[in-house]
C-alpha cells in the first residue's frame, strides 16, 4: 500500500521519466531498422525445412530491455538445487526471438512486454535509478513481488496483468523446453522403444490401476 | 487422342488409394498434384525438440499445427488461394504436397457401422447411403492390409462399431497411465473402451518398421510405421511402371468433348510457371479432398452443364458437414508428483470408447435425442506427459489458473504438477442439413484468377443437443476419474443456447457430390461415379452422404478403392 502512495505522490515525476523512458524505447526500437535496411524481418514461410531449422528474422530487442529481462529471467526461474536460473540457460535470448518474430501474437507481446519494461524503469526512476536493472538486487526483487502481489490479489491494471503473465509464460516456455528444465519436471520420453508395455507396476500402484 | 487410362487428381487418402489400386492393376495413371514432390522418408521431422525450432516449435501463420508439422504450404489459409465464408465461419484445411494430408493425419481409423450407412432405414432419420456395410467390408479389409493398423480384439467390438479382423489388425500398444485411469472411470459409467483402430504399425509390413513409440505423427513417418499415401500407396503404384505423377500441378477445371457428355482430360496451372495446360485420359477422377472436387466441379461449366459438371440435381456443393467435438482440461491430484515414466506412445489415444447408446437405451437417456453419438477418449494433446513438453501443449494448462505465480513456488509448482493436467475429448457425429453447403464466391478470386469457394455454415439444434449431451459425459468421466475440471469449454461453445464455434475446425470436412440411388436427388452412383458423366469419377470426402462419429479417412479410402474397381471393370469391358 505504501508503495502506491509513493507513486501517486510521484506522479508528475513517472509520468515525466517514462516519457522520456517511452520516446528513448521507441527510438532504439526503431533507428536499427532505418539505418539497417538489412534487418530480417521475415516469417520462415509455409514450406520450411524442419530438419534445418532456421530463425528468419533478427533479435530486435536492445540492450537495456535485455538486461532488464535477465533479471527478471531469474527473478521468475531462479536457480535452485535441481535446476540452473534463467540466466544460466539464456532464456532472454529466447523471449527476444520471441518478441521479434514478424506474427501478429509475438508482435502482441513484443508490444506487452516493451510497455511494460518501460513501465518498470520508470518506477525504478522514481527510486532515483534510471533502469530497473540499476536498481539494488534487493529493490529489484520488492519491486517484483509487488508487481507480482497486485496480479495476485487482483488489484494489478490490465496492462501490468498481461504483462506478468506473458513474461512467467515465455520464461516458463523456454525454460522448461532445455533439457534442463525437461530433467527437472522428470520428462523422460522421446526416445525409441521397441515396445510400449504401459507405466511401470510403481505408477499403476500409486495411481490405483 | 488420351495419353492415359486415367487421370487422378490429388494425392491423398483417396487419391492415394485409387493410384495403387489402378496401377497395380495394369491400369495406365498420371497424378496430378497441386504442391510440390513430398517424400517422409527424407523430410519428416522426428525426433527434434521444441528447442531446436523458432518460437520452440510453437504455431504461427505460418505454420498452423506447430513448426514441426509435416503440412507443406497448407494449413486453414494458402497464400494466394483464399475463400470466404458466412454463417457459423468455416475453416478449410488444405495442404500442397505429394500425399496431402495424409502426412499431417491424425491416423484414426475406425469402420463406419452398419446403422451409419442406413441412418433413415434404421433410426428413420439422416439418409440411407447407396451401398451398406457388407458391401464396404470387403474394401475396409483390403485397404486396411495396404494401410497397416493396430486395434482391439474384434471380438470385443460393440454394436454398430466394427473393429478390423484379428488377422488384418495388429496388436494394440498398452494403454498409458491416464488412459488406465479412464478406463476405469468409462467402466463405472457402463461404458466399454477398447484399443483404438489406428493406421500405425506395431509389427513391420510391406518393408515398413514399426513405431518406435515417439515423435509426434503430425509430423510425418519417416520409417514408414505411420501410413500416409506416398509410403505405403503411390512409391509401390509407382513401382508397377504405370504410374506418371504430375506435380505442381493445380487442376480448376475437367475439360469435357463437344458433345458435353464425356470427360476428356482436365485443365491446370502449373504452379511455377503459372502455364495453363491440359491433360488427357480416357476416365477422369477427382480427389482434391472434399471441398475441391464441389470447387472444380462448379468451375467446370459447359453449354450443357451450365450450373456447373454433373450437377444435374443441382446438389453439387451441397450437404456438407465435419465432425462435431468437446473437450475439457482436467487436472488428476493423484498424478502429481509422480515419479518420471515414459507416456509418449504412439501420439494418438491407446484406447477410447466407442459409442455406446443405441436404441431403447438411447431413448431411456431421455436427453440423447439427436442422430448418431459421440467417442470419448484422452486427448494426446493438451497436458499429460505425452510428447516433449511445450508451450501450449504442456506449460499454459499448467498456468491457466495460476495469479502471480513466480521463483521458487513456480518451480515448484511445475514439478508437482507436470503431467497430472490432460484434456478429455470426444469426436462426434454431425447432423447433415441443406444449412451447410458451398457457392463459387461472385468476386473473390484466387492469384491466378479461378473463381474460389464460398462456404455457408451452420450448425443444426441437434448439433447443440450432442455437443451438450458430450459435455454432460465428459463432466462424468472426469469426476470419475478423481479429476477436476480446470477449463469448461461449455461456457463459450454452448453460449447463448447455440452452437458456437467454424465448421471445418476438425479437418474432418466431407460432402458435396454425395452419392445415392437417384441421380435426382445425388451427384454421385453408388460406384461414386457421376450420374451425368460415366467417365467422371470422385473419390475424396465428397461422396460422404451423412457423418458418424467416426473420422472419415477409413471409409474415404474404401469407397475409393471400390470406385478403383468398378474403372478397372468397365476399361475391360471397353465401356470408356
Redesign the interface.
Known amino acids: 500500500m505504501n508503495k502506491d502512495k509513493v507513486m501517486t505522490a510521484n506522479r508528475r515525476k513517472v509520468l515525466k521519466l517514462m516519457a522520456v523512458a517511452g520516446t528513448s524505447a521507441a527510438y532504439l526500437q526503431n533507428y536499427p531498422r532505418m539505418a539497417e535496411a538489412q534487418t530480417r524481418s521475415e516469417?520462415?514461410?509455409?514450406?520450411?525445412n524442419?530438419?534445418n531449422?532456421?530463425?528468419?528474422w533478427d533479435k530486435t530487442l536492445d540492450s537495456n530491455q535485455l538486461k532488464n529481462l535477465t533479471i527478471i529471467g531469474d527473478?521468475?526461474?531462479?536457480a535452485?538445487d535441481?535446476?540452473p536460473g534463467a540466466s544460466f540457460l539464456d532464456i532472454t535470448d529466447?523471449v527476444n526471438?520471441?518478441v521479434s518474430?514478424p506474427?501478429?501474437?509475438?508482435q502482441k507481446d513484443r508490444d506487452t512486454i516493451t510497455r511494460g519494461l518501460a513501465r518498470l524503469n520508470g518506477r525504478a526512476n522514481e527510486n532515483d535509478a534510471r533502469y530497473f536493472y540499476d536498481l539494488s538486487a534487493d529493490m529489484q526483487a520488492d519491486m517484483?513481488e509487488t508487481l507480482?502481489?497486485?496480479?495476485?490479489?487482483?488489484s494489478a491494471t490490465e496492462d501490468d496483468t498481461l504483462f506478468?503473465?506473458r513474461l512467467?509464460?515465455l520464461y516458463?516456455?523456454?525454460f522448461?523446453?532445455?533439457?534442463e528444465?525437461?530433467a527437472?519436471?522428470?520428462?523422460?520420453?522421446?526416445?525409441?522403444?521397441?515396445?510400449?508395455?504401459?507405466?511401470?507396476e510403481?505408477?499403476?500402484k500409486?495411481?490405483?490401476? | 487422342m488420351a495419353e492415359h487410362d486415367v487421370i487422378v487428381v490429388g494425392s491423398g487418402a483417396g487419391g492415394g488409394t485409387m493410384v495403387h489400386t489402378l496401377a497395380t492393376a495394369g491400369v495406365n495413371v498420371l497424378l496430378v498434384e497441386a504442391g510440390r514432390q513430398y517424400d517422409p522418408e527424407t523430410e519428416a521431422a522426428m525426433f527434434q525438440l521444441p528447442q531446436e525450432a523458432p518460437l520452440r516449435g510453437e504455431s504461427t501463420p505460418d505454420k498452423n499445427s506447430g513448426f514441426y508439422d509435416a503440412t507443406v504450404d497448407g494449413g486453414f489459409e494458402v497464400k494466394g488461394q483464399p475463400y470466404t465464408s458466412e454463417g457459423d465461419g468455416f475453416l478449410w484445411w488444405r495442404a500442397r504436397q505429394l500425399g496431402g494430408r495424409t502426412h499431417h493425419f491424425g491416423r484414426q481409423t475406425p469402420r463406419y457401422g452398419p446403422d451409419d450407412f442406413k441412418s433413415k432405414t434404421r433410426t428413420g432419420r439422416g439418409e440411407d447411403w447407396p451401398v451398406t456395410y457388407e458391401d464396404m467390408e470387403p474394401y475396409y479389409d483390403r485397404v486396411e492390409q495396404i494401410m497397416g493398423l493396430f486395434g482391439p480384439d474384434a471380438n470385443e467390438a460393440v454394436y454398430n462399431s466394427p473393429q478390423s479382423p484379428n488377422h488384418i489388425r495388429q496388436a494394440p500398444p498398452a494403454p498409458r497411465a491416464s488412459e488406465l485411469l479412464f478406463a476405469q472411470a468409462c467402466e463405472k459409467m457402463g461404458i466399454k473402451t477398447m484399443a483404438h483402430p489406428t493406421a500405425i504399425l506395431t509389427s513391420p509390413l510391406h518393408d515398413r518398421q514399426a513405431c518406435f513409440y515417439a515423435t509426434n505423427c503430425i509430423r510425418g513417418c519417416s520409417i514408414g510405421a505411420a501410413y500416409d499415401s506416398v509410403t505405403s500407396q503411390i512409391k509401390p503404384a509407382k513401382e508397377t511402371g504405370n504410374l506418371t505423377i504430375l506435380t505442381n500441378a493445380v487442376v480448376y477445371k475437367v475439360l469435357m468433348n463437344e458433345e458435353g457428355d464425356k470427360a476428356i482430360g482436365v485443365r491446370y496451372i502449373d504452379r511455377r510457371t503459372e502455364e495453363h495446360k491440359d491433360v488427357f485420359a480416357k476416365v477422369v477422377v477427382l480427389a482434391p479432398a472434399a471441398m475441391e472436387s464441389s470447387r472444380i466441379l462448379l468451375n467446370s461449366k459447359t453449354d450443357k452443364a451450365p450450373n456447373g459438371l454433373a450437377n444435374s440435381s443441382g446438389n453439387v456443393g451441397k450437404y456438407l458437414s465435419d465432425t462435431t467435438g468437446a473437450s475439457l482440461m482436467i487436472q488428476i491430484p493423484k498424478f502429481e508428483n509422480l515419479p518420471p515414466h515414459n507416456e509418449d506412445g504412439v501420439s494418438q489415444p491407446h484406447l477410447y470408447a466407442p459409442w455406446w447408446l443405441h436404441g431403447e437405451e438411447k431413448e431411456k437417456e431421455g436427453d440423447a435425442d439427436f442422430i448418431g453419438g459421440y467417442k470419448l477418449e484422452v486427448s494426446p494433446y493438451g497436458g499429460g506427459r505425452f510428447g516433449p513438453p511445450a508451450l501450449s501443449d504442456t506449460f499454459s494448462q499448467q498456468l491457466y489458473e495460476q495469479k502471480g505465480l513466480y521463483g521458487k513456488k513456480l518451480k515448484a509448482h511445475m514439478r508437482k504438477t507436470y503431467g497430472s493436467f490432460m484434456t478429455i475429448r470426444c469426436l462426434g457425429s454431425m447432423t447433415v442439413t441443406e444449412d451447410n453447403y458451398l457457392t463459387i464466391d461472385p468476386e473473390l478470386k484466387d492469384k491466378w484468377g479461378i473463381p474460389v469457394p464460398k462456404f455457408h455454415w451452420k450448425w443444426s439444434d441437434e448439433d447443440f443437443r450432442r455437443t451438450k449431451h458430450m459435455y454432460k459425459s465428459l463432466k462424468t468421466l472426469a469426476k470419475n476419474m478423481g479429476a477436476r475440471v480446470v477449463r469448461d469449454r461449455s461456457i463459450t461453445h454452448l453460449e447463448g443456447g447455440k452452437l458456437n464455434g467454424r465448421g471445418g475446425d476438425t479437418n474432418h470436412e466431407v460432402g458435396g457430390c454425395r452419392m445415392g440411388d437417384d441421380p435426382k436427388t445425388s451427384v454421385l452412383n453408388k460406384y461414386s461415379q457421376t450420374w451425368d458423366v460415366s467417365n467422371l469419377y470422385v473419390a475424396d470426402g465428397a461422396p460422404f452422404v451423412t457423418h458418424s462419429e467416426k473420422n472419415p479417412t477409413l471409409t474415404i479410402m474404401a469407397l475409393s478403392m471400390r470406385a478403383g474397381d468398378n474403372i478397372i471393370d468397365r476399361l475391360k469391358k471397353g465401356e470408356f
Open positions: 516469417g520462415y514461410g509455409q514450406d520450411v524442419v530438419n531449422p532456421v530463425v528468419t527473478l521468475i526461474i531462479p535452485d535441481k535446476s529466447f526471438e520471441w518474430a506474427y501478429p501474437n509475438q517484483f507480482a502481489k497486485s496480479v495476485e490479489n487482483g506478468f503473465e512467467v509464460y516458463v516456455g523456454g522448461y523446453t532445455t533439457d528444465g525437461m527437472d519436471i522428470g520428462y523422460v520420453g522421446n526416445v525409441p522403444l521397441e515396445s510400449f508395455d504401459g507405466p511401470p510403481e505408477i499403476r500409486l495411481i490405483g490401476v
